[in-house]
């Protein structure tokens, strides 16, 4: 039980994290009129971080070891350690939307594909927690947590300008959101593969694979958007717009120990608890292309509600082990 309260209490500002995340990455591909060069600012930044870390680390280094041990054995599938293509696509989708979406509308279509996604990662037993079934509580926390933001995001109208990369100029509104939408679903299956990685390794281990894996996969698609496009004009002298990579090191490597202690579905309701809290009070004090209204916080109590109906004490047993 205490780990569960940590793990919730944790959630709530891993969420927070997220919302901020995206706010600055947000920013910064509004900035550079390319989504997908700040994510890679962003993720490029987090992995030097983390390499620094390495060198000097050799517990750190002894984890990456355990994990190649753990391929080779066969206790983890090559697969498993590609959760970080789901990063940069949740990444590149904050840069490439967030300006103009604004941070609480970008939550709303992140978090309802996430809550579904995790009813199935969490059943499929994807996780390091071992199969867990859709308990009414369960299910219907995740219904009334999607309701929830569904609603969050209807208040508000949307603006007349808005600011985005300039591939994705024009296109509109809810379609945008389905980018978002697709990300969210992934960040299920990524924090379960991290956490299986971090039962075999260590939460910083997965997390240094997260961010090679992510930043390969989006200096792929960076390398065609410069072919066609060529690279940014100029990169903004604000320090802050940079601090997105640092923040996504302490919440992924933090999920790792979290969705052990709650499973994906748990973590995937508690964070998002924190990131529409953090979302209404970013849009609040720092606007972008969103309005909000009293529709938006209604939805966010809603949320918060679904957690406290989700995270109700299992019954004996309703953990399955996975072979």
């Given at each position: 039980?205490v780990?569960?309260r940590?793990?919730?209490?944790?959630?709530?500002?891993?969420?927070?994290?997220v919302?901020?995340?995206g706010r600055?990455?947000?920013?910064?591909?509004?900035?550079?009129?390319?989504?997908?060069?700040?994510?890679?600012?962003?993720?490029?930044?987090?992995f030097?971080v983390?390499?620094v870390?390495?060198?000097?680390s050799?517990r750190?280094?002894?984890?990456?070891?355990?994990?190649?041990?753990?391929?080779?054995?066969?206790?983890?599938?090559p697969?498993?350690?590609?959760?970080?293509?789901?990063?940069?696509?949740f990444v590149?989708s904050?840069?490439?939307t967030?300006a103009?979406?604004?941070?609480?509308?970008?939550?709303?279509?992140?978090?309802s594909?996430?809550?579904?996604?995790?009813?199935l990662?969490d059943?499929?037993?994807?996780g390091p927690?071992?199969?867990t079934p859709v308990?009414t509580?369960?299910?219907?926390?995740?219904?009334l947590?999607?309701?929830a933001?569904?609603?969050?995001g209807s208040?508000g109208?949307?603006?007349?300008?808005l600011?985005?990369?300039?591939?994705?100029?024009?296109?509109?509104g809810?379609?945008?959101?389905?980018?978002?939408?697709a990300?969210?679903?992934?960040?299920?299956?990524?924090?379960?593969?991290?956490?299986?990685?971090?039962?075999?390794?260590?939460?910083f281990?997965?997390?240094?694979?997260n961010?090679?894996?992510g930043?390969?996969?989006?200096?792929?698609?960076?390398a065609?958007?410069?072919?066609?496009?060529?690279?940014?004009?100029e990169f903004?002298r604000?320090p802050?717009?940079?601090?997105?990579?640092?923040?996504g090191?302490?919440f992924?490597?933090?999920?790792?120990l979290v969705?052990?202690w709650v499973?994906v579905?748990?973590?995937?309701?508690?964070?998002?608890?924190?990131?529409l809290?953090?979302?209404?009070?970013?849009d609040?004090l720092?606007?972008?292309?969103a309005?909000?209204s009293?529709v938006?916080?209604?939805?966010?109590?809603?949320?918060?509600?679904?957690?406290?109906?989700?995270?109700?004490?299992?019954?004996?047993?309703?953990r399955?082990?996975?072979?």
């Amino acid at each position: 039980m205490v780990s569960r309260r940590w793990g919730l209490g944790s959630g709530l500002l891993i969420g927070a994290g997220v919302a901020v995340q995206g706010r600055i990455n947000g920013e910064l591909g509004a900035r550079l009129q390319d989504g997908v060069a700040a994510a890679v600012v962003s993720f490029g930044s987090g992995f030097l971080v983390l390499a620094v870390a390495v060198l000097f680390s050799s517990r750190l280094r002894a984890g990456l070891r355990a994990v190649r041990r753990s391929v080779a054995a066969g206790e983890l599938r090559p697969w498993q350690l590609l959760g970080g293509l789901f990063g940069g696509l949740f990444v590149a989708s904050q840069s490439l939307t967030v300006a103009a979406l604004g941070v609480t509308a970008f939550t709303v279509a992140a978090v309802s594909g996430q809550l579904l996604s995790s009813l199935l990662v969490d059943r499929l037993g994807v996780g390091p927690g071992g199969r867990t079934p859709v308990t009414t509580a369960r299910f219907g926390g995740a219904v009334l947590a999607v309701g929830a933001v569904l609603l969050a995001g209807s208040g508000g109208s949307a603006p007349e300008s808005l600011r985005t990369s300039s591939w994705l100029e024009g296109v509109p509104g809810p379609l945008l959101l389905l980018l978002p939408a697709a990300a969210g679903i992934g960040l299920a299956w990524q924090q379960a593969w991290n956490g299986r990685i971090g039962t075999t390794g260590s939460p910083f281990a997965a997390t240094v694979i997260n961010f090679a894996v992510g930043l390969l996969g989006l200096l792929i698609v960076e390398a065609l958007v410069v072919a066609r496009t060529g690279v940014p004009a100029e990169f903004p002298r604000e320090p802050w717009l940079y601090l997105g990579g640092v923040i996504g090191v302490l919440f992924i490597a933090a999920g790792v120990l979290v969705v052990r202690w709650v499973g994906v579905l748990l973590m995937g309701l508690s964070t998002v608890a924190g990131q529409l809290t953090a979302s209404l009070v970013l849009d609040r004090l720092l606007p972008t292309g969103a309005e909000l209204s009293l529709v938006k916080v209604l939805g966010c109590v809603l949320t918060l509600i679904a957690v406290v109906v989700a995270a109700r004490a299992p019954v004996p047993g309703d953990r399955e082990p996975v072979s």
